[in-house]
């Protein structure tokens, strides 16, 4: 493990706040209508991650679905009250894709209500959930700033099946919309061999070698840029009830979930970390 950096440069660590039966990829087996009926494990994962992240005085923004949001108050004002930034990941996570414009209003809109009345801290960031702002579908974009969100962090800059935003930038900027202006933070990538690789948390963090993602945020560090880490509160709750899902859904949901805290532990001391509410892009704006 390297030491922590000393150029200046600040980067993003966030959380998609949801519970292990909200992934996307297992929404065939647990329709939001069952969501009720499962335990919640939650709220454990993210004190461990709240202890984690004090020890290395490390402050980052969690991205929390609505539905968790109003099931879980006192865990969103412990993450208020840590320094975190809240941020929004729908109501219900339903990918942008499969969503109309007006649910997707009333989904942002909701979910901005519910996290500002428990907590008292002001909504302005949002990441779609996998990252299903695509091509095609930017209309979201101008919903989110004329519901008051000052920025995004959903283009993933990748070709990717599912999700992705070819061709979109690998550093913070400003996107010019015609509702008004928003900021992207777009997730880590890495360049190798001429294409541009997902880099930036989640599976990729989980089970390939950690160095990897390091390697991203370092990459956008030597361009001075900010690079964007994600995690999600289930990957590291190897105890979390076994869904009954296909062979491949189940290796990339639960493998290499008992490391995921130690990784943490390793990457957090070796970068500085702010919250993408204080970002230089935004603060400059």
């Known amino acids: 493990m390297g030491p922590r950096t000393t150029n200046g440069v600040k980067h993003f660590f966030t959380v998609d706040v949801e519970e292990y039966f909200q992934v996307v990829a297992l929404s065939p087996y647990a329709p939001m209508a069952k969501w009720d009926a499962f335990e919640s494990r939650v709220e454990r994962s993210v004190d461990e991650l709240l202890a984690l992240m004090a020890q290395h005085a490390a402050l980052g923004t969690f991205f929390t679905v609505g539905w968790v949001a109003e099931r879980h108050p006192a865990m969103m004002k412990r993450i208020v009250a840590a ?17 109309t414009p007006e649910h997707f209003r009333e989904s942002v809109r909701k979910t901005k209500r519910i996290i500002e009345d428990i907590t008292g801290a002001e909504v302005i960031g949002f990441r779609a959930p996998s990252f299903s702002i695509t091509p095609g579908n930017e209309w979201a974009l101008d919903i989110l700033i004329e519901e008051g969100h000052r920025y995004d962090s959903s283009l993933f800059p990748v070709r990717r099946s599912g999700y992705g935003y070819p061709g979109g930038g690998r550093d913070p900027y400003w996107l010019e919309r015609p509702a008004g202006r928003i900021a992207e933070f777009p997730p880590a990538t890495l360049r ?7 880099a930036a948390g989640g599976a990729y963090f ?68 702010e919250p993408m509410r204080n970002a230089p892009l935004l603060a400059a704006a």
């Open 83 to 99: 320094g975190h930034e809240v941020a929004s990941h729908t109501y219900d996570h339903l990918r942008i894709t499969h969503q």
């Open 192 to 198: 190798v061999a001429g294409l541009t690789l997902p």
């Open 206 to 273: 989980r089970i390939l070698p950690p160095f990897l993602v390091r390697a991203a945020l370092r990459e956008a560090e030597g361009r001075g840029a900010a690079g964007t880490f994600y995690i999600h509160p289930w990957e590291w709750d190897p105890g979390q009830p076994r869904l009954d899902v296909p062979v491949l859904t189940r290796m990339r949901h639960y493998a290499g979930q008992g490391g995921v805290l130690g990784r943490i532990a390793a990457l957090l001391p070796a970068l500085r970390w």
